[in-house]
C-alpha cells in the first residue's frame, strides 16, 4: 500500500482490489484538491490514518440524466419545499455528519473544519432544502472544472434529499457543470439516474472536465 508523506498521490491505477489507493497524509485544501483531480477521495473512521479511495467501478450521474419519479413530481408540484445554494454549507456538513455517525460511519470535527475551509476558498458547495424555514434536507461536496464530488447527503423528513439533489442536478445543468461523482453505488441513487462505470472511463472523463 502507498503511504503518503507529502501531497501527491501514486497513480489510481494502482489501488488495491477494494480501491484503497493511499494512507495518510492530512487533509489540507491542497492535498483534497490533488487527491479530487486524480478521482481520489478521503473516507476513514475518527481516530484512524488517513484513507484515500478511487473504487472501481464508479458511480456517477449525469445532471441532465436525473430521473424524477411520478411520486417526487407530486411532492415538488406541492410546494412543500423552498431551495438555497451555498447558504448554510455548515448546517449541511454538520447534519449529515449526524447521520453517517447513526450509520457507522465518521464525519469528524477534522473532516468539518477541512471542508468548511474548502468552501471558504470557493471549491466546495452545498445545496439546501428547506421546510418553514427549517433546513431539512441538502447535499454539500467539491467543485473542480465541470465535475462535482458528491460526499453526503441528508434529510430529516421524506422526501428532502432526493429534492436536494434534483434540485442540484437543476442548478448543475445552468453552471455547466456535466458530471456528478456519486463515489459508491446505492440503489437510492441508481434510481435516480446513476450509473457505474469503469475507473478508467471516469479518469478519462476528469481529464476532460477539470480545467
Not at 21 to 30: R, V
Not at 125 to 147: H, I, M, R, T
Amino acid at each position: 500500500m502507498n503511504f503518503l508523506f507529502d501531497t501527491h498521490f501514486p497513480d489510481p491505477e494502482l489501488t488495491d482490489a477494494e480501491g484503497l489507493l493511499a494512507i495518510g497524509g492530512d487533509l489540507s485544501p491542497q492535498m483534497l484538491v490533488n487527491a479530487y483531480r486524480i478521482g481520489a477521495f478521503p473516507w476513514f473512521n475518527e481516530n484512524d490514518p488517513i484513507l484515500w479511495w478511487c473504487p472501481d467501478p464508479r458511480l456517477v450521474l449525469f445532471p441532465k440524466e436525473v430521473k424524477v419519479s411520478k411520486s417526487m413530481k407530486q411532492v415538488l408540484k406541492k410546494g412543500g419545499f423552498t431551495f438555497s445554494i451555498n447558504q448554510d454549507f455548515e448546517g449541511v456538513i454538520k447534519a449529515c455528519s449526524v447521520l453517517r455517525v447513526e450509520e457507522g460511519t465518521w464525519i469528524s470535527p477534522e473532516m468539518i473544519d477541512a471542508y468548511v475551509q474548502l468552501h471558504y476558498l470557493g471549491l466546495a458547495n452545498s445545496a439546501e432544502v428547506w421546510q418553514n424555514d427549517a433546513l431539512v434536507g441538502g447535499l454539500y461536496g467539491v467543485q473542480l472544472g465541470k465535475v462535482f464530488y458528491g460526499e453526503s447527503m441528508f434529510s430529516v423528513v421524506s422526501n428532502a434529499s432526493k429534492a436536494a439533489l434534483i434540485y442540484w442536478c437543476l442548478h448543475c445543468l445552468s453552471a455547466g457543470i456535466e458530471l456528478i461523482d456519486c463515489q459508491q453505488s446505492t440503489a437510492h441513487l441508481k434510481s435516480m439516474g446513476a450509473k457505474e462505470i469503469s475507473r478508467k472511463e471516469f479518469l478519462s472523463l476528469l481529464n476532460q472536465l477539470i480545467e
